[in-house]
């Protein structure tokens, strides 16, 4: 969906508002986005949220969008697979050269979890995506750890004003 009206409404409700039931009906709404591209060996991965921001936020948003969409499409998932070892500042407001520069380094695949990506399709699962450069750092510490290829899906998708 359109990260705008209400569907920024959604999105903010599950991620800040404490409303993780709104997980369940989005995991279908995911896997029918990626019923063509999942296959039986592809690892469902969520986006990572640094430890601290975990803690004031009590859950990653992003985590539970993957456990419901593993369940929809029968496929494994991996909670745990990516790490955000560093703490990045928010990327609010941020535009997407800086979103990069501030995410450099900043997310690696877990050192205990690597084995379970090796030459598999990662789907990597996210609420938001804006400029990409979230997702494309975590494709890049697939990629450089030896996934096969990684896909993406998100829930909503910010919209550039014509």
């Avoid at 209400?6 to 599950?14: E, S």
């Avoid at 009906?25 to 060996?41: C, E, H, R």
Wanted: contains cysteine; positive net charge; hydrophobic residues 45%.
């Amino acid at each position: 969906m359109i990260y705008r009206d209400t569907g920024r409404k959604l999105v903010l409700a599950l991620k800040h508002g404490d409303r993780q039931e709104i997980a369940h009906p989005a995991g279908l709404w995911l896997s029918q986005a990626v019923a063509d591209i999942v296959t039986p060996n592809t690892l469902i991965a969520p986006v990572p949220l640094h430890w601290l921001r975990m803690i004031k936020r009590r859950f990653n948003q992003s985590a539970l969008l993957a456990k419901a969409l593993s369940r929809r499409v029968d496929r494994p998932w991996s909670p745990d697979l990516l790490q955000r070892i560093r703490r990045t500042q928010s990327l609010d407001g941020l535009g997407r050269a800086e979103r990069i520069t501030a995410l450099e380094n900043a997310i690696r695949v877990h050192p205990l979890r690597r084995h379970r990506l090796i030459g598999r399709p990662v789907l990597l699962v996210d609420d938001v995506m804006t400029s990409g450069a979230t997702l494309a750092a975590c494709t890049r510490a697939c990629l450089d750890a030896g996934s096969g290829p990684v896909m993406v899906v998100t829930l909503a998708r910010v919209a550039k004003d014509a």
